[in-house]
């Protein structure tokens, strides 16, 4: 059986005791800060509620809060296990210099939060478009901008491009104007179907009352004359707006027999002889 010199047990002995002692103090202290920095945030966001803080900015201290906290909790763990602290927040220092040079879009994306926060282009649960995308803003992060599409799919865009793009904000005023087009045949009469369109579109519970539909002419082809549909609603009603005005219209021309452009075919027969 193999047996190690007595000072050498006893040098393992006194190493396991001073760093077994240090190592399950550290790891006590990791799973008791993480706790407590969760409680901490939970609880800083039910104040943030009852303060009725603006929701637009909550997650950005939340995150912001939750990042220094982690920071202080890594310090505290480091000095438990005998880690000279002063040192290593020099070599972090150090570090974060060259990280911050290698890392200038995520910086650029952390400022652009910063001027989405103070200049509020939008704000949470505004419907904006930006670029290519549309949709509803769900959260604005550190770096980036969570948007819910219509069709309930999420967007993920950096912020600097939301600070350096043109934004259009469609909640911003509250109401928005819809458009369509109908065509009907030429032989109608502009005013009667601009009052059935307009009859039409009173009947649709979204629309808004005090706003009347306009029907203008936009075009006169060959066959048909095409008009625009103007209606407004509430932002909140864009979807259902569009399609019950598509609807009560529909009914409103087969109640009234009104029918589209009739496609002609002028057939020229040549005599031979």
């Known amino acids: 059986m ?25 790891g006590l202290l990791t799973v008791g800060g993480y706790w407590l920095i969760k409680l901490v945030l939970n609880a800083i966001g039910r104040v943030f509620n009852r303060q009725k803080v603006d929701r637009d900015i909550q997650p950005f201290l ?7 906290l982690q920071i202080a909790l890594v310090l505290s763990v480091l000095s438990t296990l005998g880690v000279e602290t002063t040192s290593f927040i020099a070599v972090i220092g150090t570090a974060g210099l060259a990280v911050g040079l290698a890392l200038q879009g995520s ?3 952390f400022a652009g939060g910063l001027l989405i926060l103070a200049f509020k282009p939008f704000r949470v649960g505004d419907l904006i478009a930006v670029q290519t995308f549309t949709g509803y803003v769900e959260v604005v992060h550190l770096l980036n901008t969570i948007l819910v599409t219509t069709d309930n799919r999420t967007i993920t865009i950096p912020n600097n491009v939301l600070t350096t793009s043109p934004i259009t904000n469609y909640s911003r005023m509250g109401t928005i104007r819809i458009d369509s087009q109908v065509v009907v045949d030429r032989s109608y009469s502009v005013p009667q179907i601009r009052t059935l369109i307009q009859d039409a579109v009173a009947t ?3 629309a808004l ?18 008009l625009d549909v103007r209606v407004w609603c509430k932002i909140d009603h864009i979807g259902q707006t569009n399609y019950a005005v598509q609807e009560a219209i529909a009914g409103a021309f087969a109640r009234e027999g009104i029918e589209g452009p009739r496609n002609e075919i002028n ?4 005599k031979t002889e």
């Open 2 to 26: 193999l047996r190690f010199p007595d000072p050498f047990n006893q040098n393992l002995t006194q190493l396991a005791t001073q760093y077994g002692s240090r190592l399950f103090m550290a």
């Open 62 to 68: 939340i995150s912001l809060l939750k990042i220094g």
């Open 107 to 109: 910086l650029a994306n």
């Open 204 to 206: 649709c519970p979204q």
């Open 209 to 226: 009352p005090d706003r009347k539909a306009d029907v203008l002419v936009n075009k006169l082809t060959d066959s048909g004359i095409q």
């Open 267 to 270: 057939v020229l027969r040549f």
